[in-house]
């Protein structure tokens, strides 16, 4: 069959007349399924072999249409433009095979449905999809540890409602962000393991009518395990639901991280500055350095929550089996993991550039902070916490009403709030004093975020193995 062919179809014997060019036009996906056709090649060739081990074609015949398929690939490869009559990637590598391998071609499709066919390829896809987003994510992570190592012993503030709380670490702020993104990493190996069961051989819903070896061809594809139901296997998207979520879930948590940059970057802050090649600048005010990465970064949070809550608004009213509805499940994941390639390597890249301004950073810590460790000053002293509470409560007001630092409060102020304050109470409204009391793991001792830089380093160090064969890391 050449390939000027107009015809070539999958399906149609059964219509006397040919489809109407609009629901050509709305049927037509081969614009969005184009890139699964690695997959449909791969998965094609191990059908083929299935077939011959079945005896139901040759061993010949299996030899000519996996021979054939390698060829169709490298013409896909080299970039063969598809015909207005392709309807999918499917009838586009049939096309192929049959100018490449002749006759013999029609008998691969022997058994299977595109139904169980795109079920797999889409499979194979987010396998390798999650691989190259736990990639981006760890240069993510490596790009915020290696900043973290630097800002161990510097000071700033942390905050809560957006106001200043308590002060912490700047290794202790970053690393805030890099643990979400650990666990980003352990969503996409979920996901990627929930994507590993094979739906090949379950055919269009009731299984193939061929005696094919599923557990050949789980081996073949690399797959965990076979799917145990094949009216499930055609119509499950779980697996495209778990990866837009862990996808949505990254994409929120690189927004959160973008926020805390924007806000720490601005002039009334003054902790970060933000490096040359991931900024730009203004077309009217040349003094402007803006943080578009980050800002593109947040609005990618948006977007591919929108395609989680595409893909589920989709999936929850479908009946059993397969519906053409889930071809638009492939335009919501392709975009979501699109978006986070780009935007994902483009934090990195900025948040090494980073400069931090220790000095604004430590101007920023206010004696007021402190008032928490002054509580606890008392209660180590044998007050409750409530009344040491209310004692504080009382020096914070008439530090604001005197216009001062509570530290600058006379000791007669002490005195009067508790009797329990000592001549040392001062003592434990400095900062460092305040992170000297918070060794306890996970707090911002200095200590404390040593354990937890090397806890970093430890999670980034070994090879990754093989995404979807084994379990996530805990």
């Known amino acids: 069959m050449s390939a000027s062919d107009s015809t070539h179809k999958l399906w149609g014997g059964r219509f006397a007349g040919g489809p109407s060019p609009i629901l050509d036009a709305i049927n037509r996906s081969i614009g969005v399924d184009l890139r699964l056709w690695p997959h449909d090649i791969r998965l094609s060739k191990a059908w083929a072999l299935a077939l011959g081990e079945a005896g139901v074609v040759s061993r010949e015949e299996a030899d000519a249409l996996r021979a054939g398929l390698d060829r169709v ?7 063969v433009t598809p015909l207005a009559t392709d309807e999918d990637v499917h009838t586009l590598v049939d096309r192929l095979l049959h100018e490449e391998a002749g006759p013999v071609a029609s008998r691969l499709h022997t ?4 139904n169980d066919q795109v079920a797999t390829a ?3 896809w987010v396998i390798d999809a999650c691989r190259r987003l736990d990639a981006a994510v760890r240069e993510l992570q490596q790009a915020l540890l290696t900043q973290a190592e630097g800002l161990a012993d510097a000071l700033l503030p942390a905050y809560t409602h957006l106001q200043r709380a308590q002060p912490v670490s700047g290794a202790h702020w970053l690393l805030a962000h890099f643990w979400p993104l650990e666990r980003d990493r352990q969503r996409l190996a979920h996901a990627a393991q929930g ?26 594809l690399g797959f965990a395990a076979l799917s145990p139901n094949s009216i499930d296997a055609t119509g499950d998207r779980d697996f495209v639901a778990d990866t837009l979520y862990a996808c949505a879930m990254a994409a929120v948590h690189g927004s959160r991280l973008a926020e805390d940059l924007i806000i720490y970057g601005s002039g009334e802050f003054g902790f970060v500055r ?21 800002e593109l970064a947040r609005g990618a949070g948006a977007r591919v929550l929108g395609d989680l809550v595409s893909l589920l608004g989709t999936i929850k009213g479908l009946p059993s089996g397969y519906s053409k509805d889930l071809q638009d499940d492939k335009r919501a994941l392709f975009n979501a993991v699109d978006l986070l390639l780009l935007a994902l390597p483009a934090m990195a890249g900025a948040v090494a550039e ?5 000095d604004r950073m430590r101007a920023a810590v206010s004696s007021a902070m402190m008032a928490t460790d002054l509580a606890d000053y008392l209660v180590r002293r044998g007050a409750t916490f409530r009344e040491a509470h209310g004692a504080v409560g009382t020096l914070v007001r008439q530090a604001e009403e005197a216009g001062i630092e509570m530290d600058r409060l006379p000791t007669e102020a002490f005195a009067a709030a508790h009797p329990l304050f000592g001549p040392d109470a001062r003592d434990a409204l400095g900062a460092e004093a305040s992170l000297a009391f918070r060794e306890i793991p996970g707090g911002t001792g200095p200590q404390a975020v040593q354990v937890q830089l090397a806890q970093a380093r430890a999670r980034l160090a070994p090879a990754e193995p093989a995404a979807g064969n084994v379990p996530p890391s805990p």
């Open 73 to 79: 690939g490298a013409r896909l490869a080299a970039g």
């Open 354 to 358: 980073l400069r931090f301004n220790r």
């Open 274 to 294: 933000f490096g040359d090649g991931f900024s730009t600048g203004s077309s009217m005010m040349p003094q402007k350095r803006n943080p578009d990465v980050f």
């Open 122 to 124: 889409s499979r194979l």
């Open 195 to 220: 994507a590993s069961v094979l739906p090949l051989g379950s055919g269009a819903i009731a299984g193939s009518a061929f005696p094919v070896s599923r557990v050949l061809l789980k081996e073949e």
């Open 111 to 114: 058994g299977r449905s595109r």
